[in-house]
């Protein structure tokens, strides 16, 4: 349903904002051969047929051709898939991982220094723009200390379907600048929300019941609230996939990561429809399959819901 | 109506927040910060000599000078000056402006659609409210800066060039402010729902008074403090998302230059030296936005009494 | 025994590598574009060309003296003055090792004249070619055509048999985006051969074994192009050494990479000039404010001449690296003399006098349209001139946009003031003239129009005798000037920048030949 509401979304974007051919042909193109070429492309039909076709080769994974690049979007969008996806994936690990541990920590232990520096670092996090962060990571790790490199992807192994950094030197070092860059904001998010998760919850009768049985700090603070704790984090992860994926746009422009979030920004200032629009309908169909595995999520690890699902299929 | 709202939070709690604000050092440090940033940028006119937005004020030879205490530095240019010869200051003060109009419209335009949506739902129930719930779910999902691109892209494409740079900062507006409704939405239906179930709204409802009346003089004043949390720190995200799509060369154009924009063009000058032409602007936003988060995170603390010991 | 085994072994694996490590060099190139398609018939564009003419090679080029010099043919006479005789080289080969024969090279020149071709009118003049024998072609024109070698140094070769194997017999229609094996792959018989192509990524060109020349250096054996669109990036990977050569330093960060003992910066005048164009055909300025087009009196023109402050822009934007140009050709090209590229003084007294005898005293309102990632600067050179002209009273808006998209606005006749630049392949005024200044040329978006300036046109195109044409492309240079049609701005520098062991020698027209690139 959701899926469909943005094809047409995408699909409108494409036939009303500016004649197609208008942008696909160069100067010198006769009328004829615009007429031709509006033949081919089947402009001619009416609108319904021509969004029946544009749903079914959506389906097929066909988005047209880009106006700017002159090529197959479908082909652009595969070529780029693999560099965005490596960089969410490490990104979203580090955010989560580095984000939950000092979360906890700030969470458990509300004063002290350690903990405010953390939190006011992370404040800091959060004000700084993802672009000047990017700069200045360039600046000093690759022009100053010129140890890491700041742009591409490296050395990448192509196997067949899948075209991985993974593999080389030069492909994992060319990936820390720019996934730490993308988590940091994401992860002053992630320290922020457990730590206030984790204090509620460490406020909540049942710990506080648990104190009074006797057992030890440890096993409270990570058995009983973390588990709790973690919940929204789930959600957040889930959401943040997708965050990570739009503020790649910045990363992968400041890094010149050959990810799809540099070909959409140039799309964007290019007016390229068909980008725009492949790259609206691949997002959303990313959100949709998050949510997904989000609610599934869900179900394992609150006990609620699986009660509730159980009582219900019961 | 939003007078009569704060008078009344007011009443109710300026001693308890005054007395936690003159307590807490960074709420203080920050909000004289941040005063001084938002005089500035709005008095600008009467603060420095120069308009950085009339080109024929400008000389070209100015270009490129160093800020006033380096050695090639003039005394007559604080910070230096750009490429264009303007200078810095006064540029990165009108640039500010900018920023904070954009930043404010967009938030004031979530605010009044989110809490509008949110109260109306959590008032009137039912499928209406069923419906805005599920788009603040759809819409939350969607990252604001896809969303606000997303709409900048589809503007270039339906306004025409020439309208295009006038009607840039209202894209903008729109694109940011369109990304942060539904927290606000959310946060007032939760409050209306509690609100509602009240004795004496319900006491109001049963005699007669309008839904409108009650809504706005009874539910509104009521979910103030949440909405001026979320509002606080939507601010500063709202300035980061607009630095952020002028950086990105979506945003404001480079004659009317916001902090983003600022810091785009200064960008392509970072290696050769002129690292002021970047860097001031830079400092400054970052500047602008902590102040407004620890303003926000103060606010959060004291304002959220769950937190409070 | 077991260890002289052991050692032979050791031998013979350092035998078999040793040569090839300190042969096997690789040199990464980046600059801000990348090649638009692999087919050299399908884009006439500045990073196609350049990528191009590392596979493919053409019938004669220019060394790296600019001099049109043998290539595929190694000589070449004329028969009349409509026909023209190639000898081919017997040793070449394309990359695939099938030798080249009269008939590719036929193939290849039809190909460029076909309609998906962007070719077509570089060589519009050609009406025949035949091979005579497997090394000899004739090419007939319709007309004496003196510039032909010129024409023909930029149509590429390609192999008949290959091209019609992959169904590439006709260029790529780039217009209608279609996809060919052509545009992907490529076979030519030049020094390189591309071996991977991720376009806007990563093209890697290996050393074609079946080359006939020979490299200057023979450690020269890959090259990789790394495209990076953001200058200061660019900037970055070569400060950093992931890149070797860059061939579009931005010229704010030269001082930067000089100071750096690793690398070097070349610099060298660009066969390219800068200039402002302004419509004298439109009746009204579709952005103006008076109702007229001021653009029609000279004095208008010669004012906005008068009040920009080109020694500023030199210095400010350009760093230095610019030649203030008083018309739109530079040194080398046929037709240029020191004397014609004088400007007028800068003085802003005199533009404003001028602008007021005309009857704008106020002044007017204008927008320029100007391109932001074409040439050197375009867009701050435009805002400098902005300024410039708001001191003489005239409020020029700037509007500046993507090179695309201004290119296509302009041929669609949008502009009222615009900024352009003109390079000149041929290196004949007759280039200049023809695109610019002919009556309805398609490059004249100022509309100028003159039936002297027309005829000496068709002098240049038709006179053989040598004299008698430069003659006219002297008279027909007095009477643009003298009209002020154009505001000439500056002669393009460009400057390279790689490290201090990498030598890729600098070309006026900003193509690099690997060919001659060689390590310290």
């Known amino acids: 349903m959701v899926m469909l509401v943005v094809a047409f979304v995408s699909f409108s974007l494409f036939n009303f904002v500016g004649d197609p051919i208008n942008n696909m042909v160069g100067e010198e193109t006769s009328d004829e051969e615009r007429a031709e070429l509006r033949e081919t492309l089947g402009l001619m039909d009416p609108i319904h047929v ?16 880009s106006y700017q690049l002159r090529r197959p979007v479908s082909e652009l969008i595969i070529e780029r898939l693999p560099a965005t996806i490596e960089l969410v994936l490490i990104s979203a690990l580090i955010a989560l991982v580095s984000g939950t541990l000092l979360g906890v920590y700030t969470g458990i232990k509300r004063k002290g220094f350690l903990s405010d520096f953390i939190l006011a670092v992370s404040l800091l996090g959060v004000s700084l723009p993802t672009f000047v962060i990017g700069i200045l990571f360039i600046y000093l790790f690759a022009v100053i200390l010129g140890v890491l490199p700041s742009f591409g992807r490296g050395e990448v192994v192509d196997l067949g379907f899948w075209s991985t950094g993974f593999l080389t030197i030069s492909g994992l070092k060319a990936i820390i600048l720019p996934s730490v860059t993308l988590s940091l904001f994401q992860m002053t998010y992630i320290i922020r929300l457990v730590r206030a998760e984790m204090m509620e919850i460490l406020q909540t009768d049942y710990i506080k019941f648990a104190r009074a049985r006797g057992i030890n700090e440890k096993s409270i603070n990570y058995k009983h609230a973390l588990k709790n704790g973690l919940i929204p984090v789930i959600t957040i992860a889930g959401i ?75 | 109506m939003d007078d009569k709202g704060l008078t009344i939070w007011d009443k109710i709690k300026d001693s308890e927040i005054y007395f936690s604000f003159i307590k807490s050092p960074t709420a203080i440090v920050s909000s004289i910060l941040l005063a001084i940033i938002f005089f500035c940028s709005f008095f600008v006119e009467f603060i420095t000599p120069y308009n950085p937005f009339d080109p024929s004020s400008l000389s070209l030879m100015d270009a490129f000078t160093p800020p006033s205490w380096t050695s090639e530095g003039k005394v007559e240019f604080l910070l230096g000056t750009d490429g264009q010869g303007r200078d810095m200051l006064s540029t990165i003060l009108y640039g500010s402006r900018i920023s904070l109009i954009v930043g404010f419209s967009a938030i004031l335009f979530s605010l009044i659609l989110g809490v509008g949506l949110g109260l109306t739902a959590g008032f009137f129930g039912g499928k209406y409210e069923m419906i805005v719930m599920r788009l603040t779910d759809v819409q939350l999902t969607v990252p604001s800066i896809l969303m606000a691109l997303l709409v900048d892209g589809i503007a270039r494409g339906i306004i025409s060039r020439e309208l295009h740079d006038e009607m840039a900062i209202y894209v903008l507006i729109f694109a940011i402010g369109i990304s942060e409704w539904p927290q606000f939405a959310r946060v007032s239906r939760a409050a209306t729902l509690v609100e509602k179930n009240k004795d004496y709204v319900s006491a109001s409802i049963i005699i007669g008074v309008s839904n409108f ?97 | 025994m077991k260890y002289g085994y052991f050692i032979k072994i050791l031998l013979a694996f350092f035998l078999a590598f040793a040569p090839t490590q300190t042969f096997a060099k690789t040199i990464k190139w980046s600059m801000q574009g990348d090649s638009l398609t692999l087919d050299p018939h399908a884009q006439n564009e500045g990073p196609t060309t350049q990528v191009s003419r590392q596979v493919y090679e053409a019938l004669v080029t220019r060394g790296l003296d600019m001099k049109i010099g043998p290539q595929l043919a190694t000589e070449w006479r004329t028969q009349g003055p409509n026909t023209w005789i190639f000898k081919l080289r017997e040793d070449v080969k394309f990359s695939d090792g ?57 149509i590429f070769i390609m192999s008949k048999k290959w091209c019609q194997e992959n169904f590439a017999i006709a260029p790529q229609n780039w217009d209608a985006g279609q996809e060919t094996i052509a545009a992907t792959k490529a076979l030519g018989t030049g020094p390189f051969r591309i071996t991977l192509r991720e376009p806007n990524t990563k093209t890697v060109f290996k050393k074609n074994m079946h080359w006939w020349g020979e490299m200057k250096d023979k450690k020269v054996t890959e090259i990789n192009l790394l495209p990076i669109k953001n200058a200061a990036t660019r900037v970055a990977a070569l400060l950093s050494g992931e890149i070797d050569v860059v061939t579009d330093v931005p010229v704010q960060d030269l001082a930067r990479i000089k100071n750096s003992p690793a690398h070097k910066v070349e610099s060298t005048a660009q066969m390219r000039t800068i200039f402002l164009g302004m419509d004298q055909g439109a009746d009204k300025l579709r952005t103006g404010n008076t109702g007229d087009n001021p653009f029609k009196k000279k004095a208008v023109r010669q004012a906005l001449y008068q009040a920009i402050d080109i020694e500023a822009i030199k210095k400010k934007v350009m760093r230095g690296l610019s030649e203030p140009a008083g018309i739109i050709t530079f040194p080398g090209v046929n037709g240029y003399t020191k004397e014609l590229d004088k400007r007028l003084p800068y003085d802003v007294a005199a533009a404003k006098k001028l602008l007021a005898d005309a009857g704008y005293p106020n002044g007017f309102e204008v927008e320029l349209r100007c391109p932001n990632d074409r040439y050197v600067n375009d867009e ?22 993507t090179k695309s998209k201004h290119f296509k606005e302009l041929k669609d006749n949008q502009g009222d003031f615009y900024m352009l630049g003109w390079g000149v392949p041929t290196l004949d005024s007759h280039y200049v003239f023809h695109y610019l200044y002919e009556s309805g040329a398609s490059w004249n978006r100022v509309n100028f129009s003159n039936s002297d300036v027309d005829a000496a046109i068709r002098v240049m195109e038709g006179e053989v005798n040598l004299d008698k044409r430069n003659a006219a492309i002297a008279e027909a240079w007095k009477i643009v000037k003298d009209d002020i049609s154009y505001l000439p701005l500056h002669h393009q520098v460009i400057s390279w920048a790689a490290k201090k062991d990498v030598n890729v020698p600098i070309r006026p027209n900003n193509e690099p030949l690997f060919r001659f690139a060689s390590f310290d």
């Open chain 3, 98 to 154: 099938t030798p080249l024969t009269s008939e590719d090279v036929v193939f290849s020149i039809l190909r460029a004249k076909q309609r998906t071709s962007d070719f077509k009118e570089y060589i519009s003049t050609v009406s025949g070619v035949k091979a005579v024998n497997d090394y000899t072609v004739e090419i007939t024109t319709s007309k004496p055509n003196p510039i032909l070698l010129n024409q023909l140094s930029n």
């Open chain 1, 50 to 65: 021509q969004f029946t076709r544009f749903i079914i080769n959506v389906s097929k994974g066909e988005f047209g051709i």
């Open chain 2, 213 to 309: 009346i009650v809504i706005f003089k009874h539910i509104l004043p009521n979910i103030m403090r949440p909405v001026l949390v979320i509002g606080t720190i939507g601010l500063a995200l709202a300035i980061i998302a607009e630095a952020t799509l002028s950086f990105l060369g979506v945003g404001v154009p480079p004659t009317t230059p916001s902090l983003g924009t600022l810091i785009r063009l200064g960008n392509d000058f970072l290696f050769s030296g002129e690292w002021w032409i970047t860097f001031f602007p830079a400092i400054f936003l970052v500047i602008l936005a902590f102040s407004i988060n620890l303003l926000g995170d103060w606010m959060r603390d004291t304002l959220n009494p769950k937190l409070k010991k």
């Open chain 1, 240 to 314: 943040n996939i997708g965050t990570l994926i739009a503020f790649s746009i910045i990363t992968e422009t400041v890094f010149q990561w050959p990810g799809m979030g540099f070909l959409f920004i140039q799309a964007v200032q290019f007016v390229d429809i068909p980008i725009m629009s492949a790259y609206l309908v691949f997002i959303a169909f990313v959100f949709v399959m998050i949510n997904f595995i989000v609610d599934i999520l869900y179900y394992f690890i609150d006990p609620r819901i699986r009660v509730r699902g159980d009582s219900a299929s019961g």
């Open chain 3, 380 to 401: 701050a050179i435009c805002t400098a001139v902005v300024g410039m002209l708001g001191k003489i009273g005239v409020k020029v808006n700037l509007f500046a946009q």
